[in-house]
């Protein structure tokens, strides 16, 4: 093609419903998503080609578009015939610049799964009803672990099969109504934690894909799994009356093989009972309890071809209400960093504290030597005590305590299996004094999710906060979105959820992850409407609460702005119209009074009460007002008018109930003042002195917050939004208590749950609901991106289709770097503090475009390398606001500075 001008615009990073090469899936219309990188400004597609083919036979297109004059990159929708299962899927896309120069096809794949019921030939088995459920074991394993709630063994299963021609591929799909771990001719498959997830087993069950064909060979071959309890028999919550056994008293299992030959012909293995299952070394291994292992029991080569499994029983095929198999839709469980310890400390000679450094959750691994018999035991914490004990006492019911026998031959490798654990710390015992540690792992434990946020600035107080959020999201962000991973809990609470969202969508891809989440939201949503608590629905079972089952409007509007996520809106537009209907039917005057459920309130607030019928209002105007915005969105005007007009009924009720003329608000709360300017539930007219009455408050307060959970993610932004960055840069700076910095200044690693979880003058907090590990209080990370940094979405253009860059730049910093990887590329600010101006570096990526905001004293003027900003090129428009200097940029590196005129 001699003739075709080729662009040096790259194509990268190709998803399939959010995920790069999926395996498995099952959306029947998957959506396509690229990004565009390359040199220059204002560089853009003009139009796209993709063309999707059966990958066992690129001939076979089934799909193309032809040259589509469109900007779009981002979620573009499978239109080409009906999808088949179990097919690989190969799809190429190329672009055209903005001068209609070409690329060349970048070429990616996803695979279908099982998309209906009729395709699983495979039953659901289990143990027998009467084998024994006692734990403890032989050989004295019952004093090495007791077992006061009788948990139960781990399964292992086996099946042995033939290849009897050249193999072409080969697929296991695979489930659980418990967790499974996969074996093939004796290899672990993948390094993925705690498959299947944990969904509402009632309604739905996440399955999982397997490329099997390189683990197979010619002949014999076995495929093998290992079955714990998880979320579905195992312990879960703390209710005392029903600790475990929420969905049912056995873990089961289900597995189809399926495999292709050379010669095109076909054949399977299905879960049935010609499975064969024994219990093994791992005597137990429950969330909150933690595991026992007893290596003597090991059965070497259980699964490979040729173990004797003549003591092994036949599987049994219980009948079990069939529900509905859904594919994989997140990037799965696994080891994402393993961390070494910092110190050791020596309580006696068979007992010692490994400091790891660093709040985390996950596991140890141990590389040990020692006599046969010997019992090494495992307990975790987060802090230590002033005898430097392991603080124990928010754990409640949880027991989080691992034991390992060791079999005694030579070095041994052990880590468990089907359970995690929140610590910093492990208080390592042996009953042996001849016991080697050859080394002592801390394995960090969460969904892979991409990292897509980066904050630094000149405090290092603020950064340690920063890493503190960082951690606590990713130690939560475990198959759901969880309050705590220690203490008997671990709960989907929504309002943690829905306040820390935005801040989780910039520090990592949570696209997927809130995705699979929304789903267990609404397989929780009750008949009447009634959005959960806690999702999936389990231990607390009862109705949202205002500012909780509000996460069910906030989140999916919120995946709409950051992602563009239409189809997120579509699916879940019903729902959120009976929320909103189960809310008005029962509150005629437009006051949330009614069906209020536990009515937490602002929960952990400190020296404050707000007013709940006042949070509950705000809560359900803000849902309303953004349900009329999704509605105009789907192009449902009567809906979006509708909405409106109750949106502006119930901010009139809000007005007359709680706001004076004064504009002072019911309860005098920073959280009141907060969330009505935020949600802007007042008259113009009185947004002022209601801000100077928050900034009054806080004075009052010494300079402290005293927000709970609901008010504390609106906090700042409110005060921002106010022209108040001054208040606002000194809560994120204070030092003392209660404050973001004052857990930084006594060594925290992760945020805590409480703002006076320990304190230097009580020590630690009375209660047991104390956990150091927590989110919800890291909200504060979204002003950091969105106010510090400057880096948003606009509403009108979600998924930063056009980038509002728009930092409030306060000397309290000297300079201030951040990125976020958008869905549409890397979006990049840093700014400095001099002494003749601000300097200000912008990286707005191809094919989208910017307004950014450089603020300005009247006299100064914007340049860039001595040239006038309205000469530079890049630069499509400039205008002067109050306060700011406004330029309309396209894509590029943008180096901007103030200086006097």
């Given at each position: 093609?001699?003739?075709?001008?080729?662009?040096?615009?790259?194509?990268?990073?190709?998803?399939?419903?959010?995920?790069?090469?999926?395996?498995?899936?099952?959306?029947?219309?998957?959506?396509?998503?690229?990004?565009?990188?390359?040199?220059?400004?204002?560089?853009?597609?003009?139009?796209?080609?993709?063309?999707?083919?059966?990958?066992?036979?690129?001939?076979?297109?089934?799909?193309?578009?032809?040259?589509?004059?469109?900007?779009?990159?981002?979620?573009?929708?499978?239109?080409?015939?009906?999808?088949?299962?179990?097919?690989?899927?190969?799809?190429?896309?190329?672009?055209?610049?903005?001068?209609?120069?070409?690329?060349?096809?970048?070429?990616?794949?996803?695979?279908?799964?099982?998309?209906?019921?009729?395709?699983?030939?495979?039953?659901?088995?289990?143990?027998?009803?009467?084998?024994?459920?006692?734990?403890?074991?032989?050989?004295?394993?019952?004093?090495?672990?007791?077992?006061?709630?009788?948990?139960?063994?781990?399964?292992?299963?086996?099946?042995?099969?033939?290849?009897?021609?050249?193999?072409?591929?080969?697929?296991?799909?695979?489930?659980?109504?418990?967790?499974?771990?996969?074996?093939?001719?004796?290899?672990?498959?993948?390094?993925?934690?705690?498959?299947?997830?944990?969904?509402?087993?009632?309604?739905?069950?996440?399955?999982?894909?397997?490329?099997?064909?390189?683990?197979?060979?010619?002949?014999?071959?076995?495929?093998?799994?290992?079955?714990?309890?998880?979320?579905?028999?195992?312990?879960?919550?703390?209710?005392?009356?029903?600790?475990?056994?929420?969905?049912?008293?056995?873990?089961?299992?289900?597995?189809?093989?399926?495999?292709?030959?050379?010669?095109?012909?076909?054949?399977?293995?299905?879960?049935?009972?010609?499975?064969?299952?024994?219990?093994?070394?791992?005597?137990?291994?429950?969330?909150?309890?933690?595991?026992?292992?007893?290596?003597?029991?090991?059965?070497?080569?259980?699964?490979?071809?040729?173990?004797?499994?003549?003591?092994?029983?036949?599987?049994?095929?219980?009948?079990?209400?069939?529900?509905?198999?859904?594919?994989?839709?997140?990037?799965?469980?696994?080891?994402?960093?393993?961390?070494?310890?910092?110190?050791?400390?020596?309580?006696?000679?068979?007992?010692?504290?490994?400091?790891?450094?660093?709040?985390?959750?996950?596991?140890?691994?141990?590389?040990?030597?020692?006599?046969?018999?010997?019992?090494?035991?495992?307990?975790?914490?987060?802090?230590?005590?002033?005898?430097?004990?392991?603080?124990?006492?928010?754990?409640?019911?949880?027991?989080?305590?691992?034991?390992?026998?060791?079999?005694?031959?030579?070095?041994?490798?052990?880590?468990?299996?089907?359970?995690?654990?929140?610590?910093?710390?492990?208080?390592?015992?042996?009953?042996?004094?001849?016991?080697?540690?050859?080394?002592?792992?801390?394995?960090?434990?969460?969904?892979?999710?991409?990292?897509?946020?980066?904050?630094?600035?000149?405090?290092?107080?603020?950064?340690?906060?920063?890493?503190?959020?960082?951690?606590?999201?990713?130690?939560?962000?475990?198959?759901?979105?969880?309050?705590?991973?220690?203490?008997?809990?671990?709960?989907?609470?929504?309002?943690?959820?829905?306040?820390?969202?935005?801040?989780?969508?910039?520090?990592?891809?949570?696209?997927?992850?809130?995705?699979?989440?929304?789903?267990?939201?609404?397989?929780?949503?009750?008949?009447?409407?009634?959005?959960?608590?806690?999702?999936?629905?389990?231990?607390?079972?009862?109705?949202?609460?205002?500012?909780?089952?509000?996460?069910?409007?906030?989140?999916?509007?919120?995946?709409?702005?950051?992602?563009?996520?239409?189809?997120?809106?579509?699916?879940?537009?019903?729902?959120?119209?009976?929320?909103?209907?189960?809310?008005?039917?029962?509150?005629?005057?437009?006051?949330?009074?009614?069906?209020?459920?536990?009515?937490?309130?602002?929960?952990?607030?400190?020296?404050?009460?707000?007013?709940?019928?006042?949070?509950?209002?705000?809560?359900?105007?803000?849902?309303?007002?953004?349900?009329?915005?999704?509605?105009?969105?789907?192009?449902?005007?009567?809906?979006?008018?509708?909405y409106g007009s109750l949106f502006r009924r119930i901010r009139q009720a809000f007005i007359e109930a709680f706001v004076e003329d004064s504009g002072e608000i019911a309860g005098n709360?920073?959280?009141?003042?907060?969330?009505?300017?935020?949600?802007?539930?007042?008259?113009?007219?009185?947004?002022?002195?209601?801000?100077?009455?928050?900034?009054?408050?806080?004075?009052?307060?010494?300079?402290?917050?005293?927000?709970?959970?609901?008010?504390?993610?609106?906090?700042?932004?409110?005060?921002?939004?106010?022209?108040?960055?001054?208040?606002?840069?000194?809560?994120?700076?204070?030092?003392?208590?209660?404050?973001?910095?004052?857990?930084?200044?006594?060594?925290?690693?992760?945020?805590?749950?409480?703002?006076?979880?320990?304190?230097?003058?009580?020590?630690?907090?009375?209660?047991?609901?104390?956990?150091?590990?927590?989110?919800?209080?890291?909200?504060?990370?979204?002003?950091?991106?969105?106010?510090?940094?400057?880096?948003?979405?606009?509403?009108?253009?979600?998924?930063?289709?056009?980038?509002?860059?728009?930092?409030?730049?306060?000397?309290?910093?000297?300079?201030?770097?951040?990125?976020?990887?958008?869905?549409?590329?890397?979006?990049?600010?840093?700014?400095?503090?001099?002494?003749?101006?601000?300097?200000?570096?912008?990286?707005?990526?191809?094919?989208?475009?910017?307004?950014?905001?450089?603020?300005?004293?009247?006299?100064?003027?914007?340049?860039?390398?001595?040239?006038?900003?309205?000469?530079?090129?890049?630069?499509?428009?400039?205008?002067?606001?109050?306060?700011?200097?406004?330029?309309?940029?396209?894509?590029?590196?943008?180096?901007?500075?103030?200086?006097?005129?």
């Amino acid at each position: 093609m001699p003739d075709v001008q080729w662009t040096d615009l790259r194509i990268v990073n190709l998803r399939a419903e959010y995920l790069p090469e999926p395996l498995g899936i099952d959306a029947l219309r998957p959506r396509l998503s690229w990004q565009i990188r390359g040199q220059g400004r204002n560089r853009c597609q003009s139009a796209y080609q993709l063309i999707v083919s059966l990958a066992s036979a690129h001939s076979s297109v089934i799909w193309d578009t032809g040259k589509v004059l469109s900007s779009r990159t981002t979620h573009v929708e499978y239109q080409g015939s009906p999808l088949r299962s179990r097919q690989r899927y190969a799809w190429r896309v190329r672009i055209w610049d903005e001068q209609g120069r070409i690329s060349p096809f970048v070429s990616s794949w996803w695979e279908t799964g099982l998309s209906n019921r009729q395709e699983w030939a495979a039953k659901w088995i289990g143990t027998a009803e009467d084998d024994d459920e006692q734990g403890a074991g032989e050989d004295g394993c019952s004093e090495a672990c007791p077992n006061e709630m009788e948990l139960s063994p781990a399964i292992f299963f086996r099946k042995v099969f033939e290849l009897r021609k050249p193999l072409r591929m080969a697929r296991l799909y695979a489930s659980a109504r418990g967790l499974y771990m996969p074996f093939v001719n004796g290899r672990r498959l993948e390094r993925r934690l705690l498959t299947p997830g944990w969904t509402d087993y009632a309604k739905r069950i996440t399955y999982q894909t397997y490329d099997i064909t390189p683990y197979l060979h010619d002949g014999t071959n076995v495929v093998a799994m290992i079955l714990g309890e998880g979320w579905y028999s195992g312990s879960v919550g703390f209710r005392a009356d029903k600790p475990r056994h929420h969905y049912g008293r056995r873990p089961l299992l289900i597995a189809q093989i399926e495999w292709v030959y050379e010669d095109g012909s076909c054949d399977h293995v299905v879960t049935d009972s010609t499975w064969r299952y024994h219990d093994g070394p791992i005597r137990y291994s429950d969330f909150l309890m933690g595991e026992c292992y007893d290596a003597r029991r090991e059965m070497a080569g259980w699964a490979c071809s040729g173990f004797d499994e003549e003591n092994w029983k036949s599987a049994e095929e219980p009948l079990v209400p069939w529900v509905p198999l859904s594919g994989e839709k997140t990037f799965p469980v696994v080891i994402t960093a393993e961390r070494r310890p910092q110190r050791f400390i020596q309580l006696s000679p068979l007992r010692q504290i490994a400091d790891f450094g660093q709040n985390m959750t996950g596991w140890v691994r141990l590389e040990v030597r020692g006599e046969r018999g010997t019992v090494i035991t495992l307990r975790f914490g987060e802090m230590l005590t002033e005898n430097q004990e392991l603080y124990v006492g928010n754990f409640r019911s949880a027991k989080n305590t691992d034991t390992l026998v060791l079999r005694g031959e030579g070095q041994e490798i052990w880590e468990p299996h089907f359970t995690i654990h929140g610590f910093r710390y492990v208080e390592i015992s042996s009953n042996h004094d001849d016991v080697r540690f050859d080394n002592i792992t801390a394995c960090v434990i969460h969904n892979d999710l991409p990292w897509t946020g980066k904050f630094e600035c000149s405090s290092e107080l603020v950064n340690q906060l920063q890493r503190n959020i960082q951690w606590s999201e990713r130690s939560n962000f475990v198959s759901i979105p969880t309050d705590c991973p220690q203490r008997d809990e671990r709960l989907g609470w929504l309002a943690d959820a829905h306040i820390f969202a935005r801040t989780a969508m910039y520090n990592m891809d949570v696209s997927s992850f809130f995705t699979k989440w929304l789903d267990d939201v609404q397989d929780a949503q009750s008949p009447d409407g009634a959005f959960p608590v806690v999702a999936p629905r389990l231990v607390d079972e009862g109705d949202g609460a205002p500012g909780w089952g509000d996460a069910g409007i906030i989140i999916p509007w919120t995946m709409y702005l950051v992602y563009g996520d239409r189809r997120i809106l579509e699916t879940f537009y019903p729902s959120m119209v009976k929320w909103v209907q189960h809310i008005g039917e029962v509150n005629p005057r437009y006051l949330w009074i009614n069906r209020r459920s536990h009515d937490f309130g602002d929960w952990l607030s400190v020296g404050e009460q707000t007013p709940k019928d006042l949070l509950a209002t705000a809560f359900w105007a803000y849902d309303v007002c953004l349900l009329a915005r999704m509605a105009k969105r789907l192009g449902k005007i009567h809906d979006a008018r509708a909405y409106g007009s109750l949106f502006r009924r119930i901010r009139q009720a809000f007005i007359e109930a709680f706001v004076e003329d004064s504009g002072e608000i019911a309860g005098n709360t920073q959280s009141a003042y907060a969330l009505a300017l935020f949600m802007h539930l007042l008259p113009v007219s009185l947004r002022q002195s209601a801000a100077d009455k928050l900034v009054t408050n806080i004075r009052g307060h010494g300079g402290h917050l005293s927000t709970g959970f609901l008010g504390v993610s609106y906090l700042c932004p409110a005060l921002s939004m106010t022209g108040r960055d001054e208040v606002a840069y000194r809560l994120l700076l204070n030092t003392t208590f209660p404050s973001w910095g004052y857990p930084v200044v006594q060594g925290a690693t992760t945020m805590w749950e409480r703002w006076d979880g320990w304190t230097r003058e009580t020590g630690f907090h009375p209660s047991d609901m104390n956990s150091f590990n927590h989110y919800a209080l890291g909200s504060i990370g979204e002003w950091l991106y969105q106010f510090v940094a400057g880096i948003d979405a606009d509403p009108r253009h979600p998924g930063y289709e056009h980038i509002l860059i728009r930092p409030h730049i306060n000397p309290s910093l000297d300079w201030v770097e951040a990125s976020y990887d958008s869905i549409r590329g890397t979006i990049a600010v840093s700014w400095n503090v001099q002494k003749n101006g601000v300097t200000l570096d912008v990286t707005i990526p191809v094919n989208t475009t910017a307004t950014i905001y450089f603020p300005l004293s009247q006299d100064q003027q914007i340049f860039e390398n001595d040239v006038e900003v309205e000469e530079v090129k890049g630069v499509r428009g400039y205008r002067r606001s109050p306060g700011f200097g406004v330029i309309d940029t396209g894509s590029g590196r943008y180096h901007f500075v103030s200086r006097g005129r």
